[in-house]
């Protein structure tokens, strides 16, 4: 399943890669201008500016979910880019909000609370920033699947959404954290290519291709209580999905209409 899905991962993003791009630039501009702003206000009330900054990450968890149904269809092998990312916004918002407010908690406890508690020189300082830093281990594997799982359980509200994103890293531990190194790569040529590739927009589709793969490991569990969840025929499983996918080349790639 993992080969698989960095073909799939790979092939979405080509194939929808201008959107993405565009996108992605949507999200630099925004993070510029909220940057900005925050600095300019940071400079005459530094805890203001502060406030702002974490108002931006809260902006950004809202087009992310925008953009979040724009990669739901993507992966599905679907279109309808723009109007998808309106209604998508305005459709995910209680799942956004919660979504922007773990990650300022993220970010709070990686910029002040972490080394809060590390300047103490203590062990109980030490303690207190080894279980920070587990938490902010759990947010960072864990987070990856909560849009995507918004799309493939729509009826959930956030709040389960996000405990099934913890059942989901608890029973896929090897996968997950295949999926964050999958993540750091994507995120080093994030930062080679300036934020256009893949950039957020590009990681969230990846997760979506994670997620709707491994949905299909647990449409079949539910049909079969008693498969060994160690033993999953993927070959079976992912056949359609490799025939949507199906052969490809460099030639296809570059020339598709030869």
């Known amino acids: 399943m993992t080969g698989f899905f960095i073909k799939k991962a790979f092939f979405d993003g080509w194939d929808n890669l201008i959107a993405l791009v565009l996108f992605n630039l949507g999200y630099m501009v925004a993070l510029f201008i909220g940057l900005g702003l925050s600095m300019a206000v940071g400079r005459v009330n530094w805890l203001v500016g502060y406030l702002f900054l974490l108002l931006v990450a809260m902006g950004c968890a809202v087009l992310m979910g925008g953009t979040a149904a724009v990669t739901h269809n993507f992966s599905d092998y679907k279109r309808g880019a723009w109007s998808e990312f309106r209604h998508g916004i305005v459709r995910n918002i209680r799942h956004s909000l919660l979504y922007g407010l773990l990650l300022v908690v993220a970010l709070l406890n990686a910029f002040l609370i972490i080394p809060f ?3 103490f020189g203590t062990i109980y300082g030490y303690i207190l920033s080894v279980v920070m830093i587990w938490v902010e281990v759990v947010l960072i594997i864990a987070l990856p699947y909560y849009f995507p799982l918004m799309n493939l359980l729509p009826a959930d509200n956030a709040r389960k959404t996000l405990k099934k994103c913890f059942i989901i890293v608890g029973g896929n531990l090897g996968f997950t954290f295949f999926l964050l190194l999958y993540r750091l790569v994507c ?3 994030t930062i080679f290519t300036l934020g256009l590739i893949p950039g957020v927009a590009g990681m969230q589709l990846a997760s979506q291709d994670a997620m709707k793969l491994l949905m299909y490991k647990y449409d079949y569990l539910e049909e079969n209580p008693d498969a060994d969840p160690r033993r999953i025929p ?8 490799k025939e949507k996918v199906g052969p490809r080349s460099l030639k296809s790639m570059i ?4």
Do not use: C, R, V
């Not at 993927?234 to 999905?241: G, N, R």
């Not at 020339?255 to 030869?258: R, T, V």
């Open 117 to 119: 508690y590390g300047s």
């Open 255 to 258: 020339f598709p209409w030869k």
């Open 187 to 189: 995120l080093a040529l």
């Open 234 to 241: 993927w070959a079976d499983l992912l056949y359609d999905e």
